[in-house]
T-cell receptor, first 109, second 116 residues
């Protein structure tokens, strides 16, 4: 079966670094997405990885290991506005996205 | 620049009623999709379309119909509402580049639907 696993909730301190992990099992693989979703709002795109390695985009970076079926999202210099849910989604052989339930990130002052 | 527009934002229905959730995008995107989001679960794909006149089923299509008569519009119709369809519904659109629909999806603000 197809499955995306990520932690339900994480807590971090303002100014710190946090890593949100995601493991995936998909029928075929055409890349992995990360989206941010603030409470009561729509998801917004953060990153897309299809090759192994680290993609850096400002304070946010995303890593992919295809051999391990593993990805993480790294958030640096955390700000209160980063409090949100972070959704991991794998693209299968038909380019359909399989979504994780999301990781709720709580930032404390 | 409106992006993806969904209407209505909130709706309460009685069991057995039908209704249509509207979705329109102004970015000339080929790919459009409908998801439902339930607590503790990931987004689940209901139906999707890769262009006008073409639709296909996603993971949870039962009880829903779609049509795509134009590039811009992708309405979702609930045929006979059931309490299990209480959810938040998101419409999304994206480009298809070189036959690859793996492009960032733009989401509407969602429709919060309650079925009594």
């Amino acid at each position: 079966g197809q499955n995306i696993d990520q932690p339900t909730e994480m807590t971090a301190t303002e100014g710190a670094i946090v890593q949100i992990n995601c493991t995936y099992q998909t029928s075929g693989f055409n890349g992995l997405f990360w989206y941010q979703q603030h409470a009561g709002e729509a998801p917004t795109f953060l990153s897309y990885n299809v090759l192994d390695g680290l993609e850096e985009k400002g304070r946010f970076s995303s890593f992919l290991s295809r051999s391990k079926g593993y990805s993480y999202l790294l958030l640096k210099e955390l700000q209160m506005k980063d409090s949100a849910s972070y959704l991991c989604a794998g693209s299968d052989s038909n380019y359909q996205l399989i979504w994780g339930a999301g990781t709720k990130l709580i930032i404390k002052p | 620049n409106a992006g993806v527009t969904q209407t209505p934002k909130f709706q309460v229905l009685k069991t057995g009623q039908s209704m249509t959730l509207q979705c329109a995008q102004d970015m000339n995107h080929e790919y459009m999709s409908w998801y439902r989001q339930d607590p503790g679960m990931g987004l689940r794909l209901i139906h999707y379309s890769v262009g006008a006149g073409i639709t296909d089923q996603g993971e949870v299509p039962n009880g829903y119909n779609v049509s795509r008569s134009t590039t811009e519009d992708f309405p979702l119709r609930l045929l006979s509402a059931a309490p299990s369809q209480t959810s938040v519904y998101f419409c999304a659109s994206s480009r298809i580049s070189g036959g690859n629909p793996n492009q960032p999806q733009h989401f509407g603000d969602g429709t919060r639907l309650s079925i009594l």
